[in-house]
């Protein structure tokens, strides 16, 4: 068929494991807890070999891990300190890959929101209604690495 | 270094990695998204056109997209690639129990008291290298290319010599069933209901938003002969040609100055009707009733034309009074179309004025000018005459315009490859 739903609400909201505090900035944090980040650039992970095709809905048997990749440090907030209305630490974010690469970033505001659209998961109740999409999220901010990383000595 | 008070966040990527799409919301669609009671948007695009291709791959119009719409706005959906790669992160408690705390330490080697700082953890589960932007072309979105495509023409040699299916309905032409079956209809019930559901057939394969769907199929007359729940709605819709909505205008008007009803005022639509029916046939029907009712809804007086539920809502149409303006431009474009369809068959201009008047009620005649018609219906191909210029050309004229040298030097601005490349395609072609 040629028309599509896409659901303004996901079917089941929330994607973020329930004993995970968001560690974000409130202005970044999400409902769904879901954030975005764009780098320069590409992260290389060794390929996975049961990694399926990234459009199919993922086998929730499948084992799922997790690979360091460095750290997010917002070097001018505090949550202690800053208000909500003060936007300075916007202007700083490193992110450190490994252990002598940083890269600095910001905290922007996108010109235009993004929706995340999911697949709506099929259940075993409609199966044949055809393909639905659902939104997950509206973000309004990205965290922004458009610079090449730097070399950092930790000595 | 303010660094002290900060906290850092372990950063992971997970696998297998999740499916997601971005697309770039406009602040009204934005608005509309977080309202309280957001609606379902539909993604729509036309029936594959492999299926007959030929003369519709000519059309630029046609091309397969995918265009978003919600109940009164089209966007056309494109994929904007990014050279950055844009990562989906969400926080994570994956530092508690799939990682392992020697991979942390080599992440964080020579900080201190690591460990406390570094419970928070957010992963990346998706990487996008592209978002889906939302386009409104300056031209604009129109159902009709599309609901030509789908809709049979209806010509009244069809309704004279029986409509096949027409006639499968036992809805031919003069039998008793005829009167009895449009009478369903009208009164609403399972056959309304039917008629409502092959019309939302047809919508879900044009892919523009509902208001346009529905102004398109008002502007063209389109009305439905028949159909069975359940099924696939073109077949059972018909398009009047240019030439069959004349007829039954003409008859309206005759009808009309015949029982006196004055058509800019308050009247029922099925006095109207009845006003049309010749008593020297036994009541026969010179024409479909739903066809009769597309006409009148055509040139009814609406508030906003291009509102949803003329269609639907307000289907059931009784009391009704016509727009004087918008049916006297609908009658000479009309007119136009049916008798000087191009530049061969051009009329002279006089002729037409006089023609134009005699569709219209005696009231109305000195309403007609050629100022009337809407800019691009019609053209003079030589100082005496005129003639009508079909909606593709007329589109095709639009967009020539829309190329002009502002927006070539806003394109050039733009790292939008889409705005980059657009004037060159069009070259091309």
């Given amino acids: 068929m040629p028309s599509v739903s896409l659901h303004p609400r996901a079917l089941s909201p929330a994607t973020t494991p329930s004993s995970a505090s968001n560690p974000l900035p409130p202005l970044l944090q999400t409902p769904s807890g879901l954030a975005i980040l764009e780098i320069q650039g590409t992260i290389n992970v060794p390929s996975d070999p049961n990694q399926g095709n990234p459009d199919e809905p993922l086998d929730p048997t499948a084992p799922v891990f997790e690979t360091p990749l460095g750290k997010l440090l917002f070097p001018d907030y505090s949550p202690q300190t800053t208000t909500p209305d003060d936007t300075k630490w916007m202007k700083r974010v490193y992110l450190y890959i490994g252990k002598y690469q940083r890269m600095p970033g910001e905290v922007k505001k996108l010109a235009k929101p993004l929706a995340v659209v999911q697949r709506r998961p099929q259940t075993a109740s409609r199966t044949d209604d055809g393909e639905q999409l659902e939104i997950v999220e509206i973000v309004k901010y990205r965290i922004l690495f458009k610079n090449r990383p730097e070399p950092v000595n930790d000595a | ?429």
Avoid at chain 2, 41 to 54: M, R
């Fill in chain 2, 1 to 429: 270094m303010s660094t002290q008070a900060a906290r850092s966040i372990l950063f992971t990527h997970t696998s297998p990695q999740q499916g997601y799409k971005l697309l770039e919301l406009p602040p009204e669609l934005a608005d509309v998204l977080s309202s309280s009671d957001p609606p379902i948007i539909e993604l729509k695009s036309p029936i594959p056109s492999s299926l007959d291709a030929g003369s519709e791959a000519q059309d630029p119009t046609l091309r397969d997209t995918v265009n978003l719409c919600t109940a009164t706005q089209t966007y056309q959906i494109r994929q904007v690639q990014s050279s950055n790669s844009i990562h989906i992160i969400r926080p994570s408690n994956g530092a508690d129990d799939r990682v392992q705390l020697g991979d942390i330490n080599i992440v964080v080697a020579g900080e201190e008291d690591a460990h406390l700082d570094l419970v928070d953890s957010i992963t990346t589960i998706a990487k996008c290298g592209s978002t889906l932007e939302l386009y409104e072309p300056p031209e604009g979105f129109s159902a009709v290319p599309y609901l030509l495509r789908l809709l049979r023409v209806f010509d009244l040699v069809d309704w004279e010599e029986g409509d096949q299916v027409l006639a499968k309905l036992g809805r031919g032409q003069g039998s008793s069933a005829t009167a009895a079956a449009t009478t369903v209809i009208v009164g609403g019930g399972t056959t309304y209901d039917m008629e409502q559901g092959v019309v939302r057939a047809v919508m879900r394969d044009v892919p523009v938003c509902g208001a346009l769907c529905e102004r398109g199929w008002v502007d063209m007359c389109a009305f439905v002969v028949g159909g069975r729940a359940g099924d696939e709605g073109g077949d059972w819709c018909r398009r009047p040609t240019a030439g069959v909505r004349l007829a039954v205008w003409k008859r309206v008007v005759e009808g009309a100055v015949l029982q006196g009803i004055d058509l800019e005022k308050q009247f029922l639509v099925s006095d109207l009707w009845r006003s049309l029916l010749d008593d020297g046939d036994d009541g026969v029907e010179p024409f479909p009733r739903p066809l009769f009712e597309a006409v009148v809804r055509r040139v009814c007086e609406a508030g906003d034309r291009a509102g949803l539920g003329r269609l639907f809502r307000e289907y059931e149409m009784k009391w009704t009074s016509i727009d004087k303006d918008s049916c006297v431009r609908w009658v000479g474009e009309m007119y136009l179309e049916a008798m000087a369809p191009s530049a061969d068959a051009a009329l002279r201009r006089s002729d037409y004025l006089s023609a134009w008047k005699d569709h219209l009620p005696e009231a109305w005649r000195e309403e007609v000018a050629f100022t009337k018609l809407q800019d691009g219906s019609y053209k003079y191909p030589d100082p005496t005459t005129i003639c009508f210029v079909n909606e593709a050309d007329r589109q095709k004229l639009k967009k020539n315009v829309s190329t002009d040298a502002s927006a070539a030097t806003a394109a050039k601005k733009t790292r939008n490859w889409h705005e980059l490349f657009k004037n060159q395609k069009r070259q091309k072609r």
